[in-house]
């Protein structure tokens, strides 16, 4: 199992452009979820996903859009870059979403986004 | 409103013990995460304890809730130098999505 991996690792944008972060993982989870990370501020939650074909917004949606059309993917689009969109992503899974008992959440190994 | 807190850095020698110090306001928390980020990597947990225990030990590390104060404790015994990462406190709610609010995060370094 190759477990969740993002790409790309590193990306440069120009304020305006649009991109999608990848996101995979090849576990069967149903919850994969999309946060970011800026200093002093720990991670903070963007999007997630239930399953496929169900998305909701999490803390920090502004900006950001995400689909979920197959179990494996969950890209993140940023349709309009901003400056203050510069940060590091982490896309992260788990089997289950219930919550009622402990669900361990894997983290893939974050994409490092500077929007110029 | 949720709000994890932590102090940024720490700083032991090696061999000495580690407490990395996380307080939460969210009072309906079923579990607390202890996760560690190693330099550009993810995170990877550690360990985790549910809300109606005091203490929970695996291996070298000991894991204190006082739930009445709401302050969670990491302590890591014998730090060694593969232990310099950063580290996340999160809390969890029963029927909260498998959400988590993470703390600020902070930084250990293990010195010599």
């Known amino acids: 199992n190759a477990g969740v991996t993002q790409t790309p690792k590193f990306q440069v944008l120009k304020t305006g452009q649009s991109m999608t972060l990848q996101c995979a993982q090849d576990?069967?989870?149903?919850?994969m979820s999309w946060y970011r990370q800026d200093p002093g501020m720990g991670l903070r939650l963007i999007h997630y996903s239930v399953g496929a074909g169900i998305t909701d917004q999490g803390e920090v949606p502004n900006g950001y859009n995400v689909s979920r059309s197959t179990t494996e993917d969950f890209p993140l689009r940023l349709l309009s870059a901003a400056p203050s969109q510069t940060s590091v992503y982490f896309c992260?899974?788990?089997?289950?979403?219930?919550?009622?008992?402990?669900?361990?959440?894997?983290f893939g190994p974050g994409t490092r986004l500077t929007v110029l | 409103g949720e709000d994890v807190e932590q102090s940024l850095f720490l700083s032991v020698r090696e061999g000495d013990s580690s407490v990395i110090n996380c307080t939460y306001t969210d009072s309906s928390s079923t579990y607390l995460y202890w996760y560690k980020q190693e330099p550009g990597a993810g995170l990877q947990l550690l360990t985790y304890?549910?809300?109606?225990?005091d203490m929970k030990q695996d291996q070298r590390l000991t894991v204190l809730l006082n739930k009445k104060d709401k302050h969670l404790s990491l302590r890591i015994a014998d730090t060694q130098t593969g232990d310099s990462a950063i580290y996340f406190c999160a809390e969890g709610i029963t029927g909260g999505g498998n959400k988590l609010t993470f703390g600020t995060g902070t930084q250990l370094k293990v010195e010599l």
């Open positions: 304890i549910f809300s109606n225990m």
């Open positions: 992260a899974s788990s089997f289950t979403f219930t919550g009622g008992t402990f669900d361990t959440q894997y």
């Open positions: 576990m069967n989870h149903e919850y």
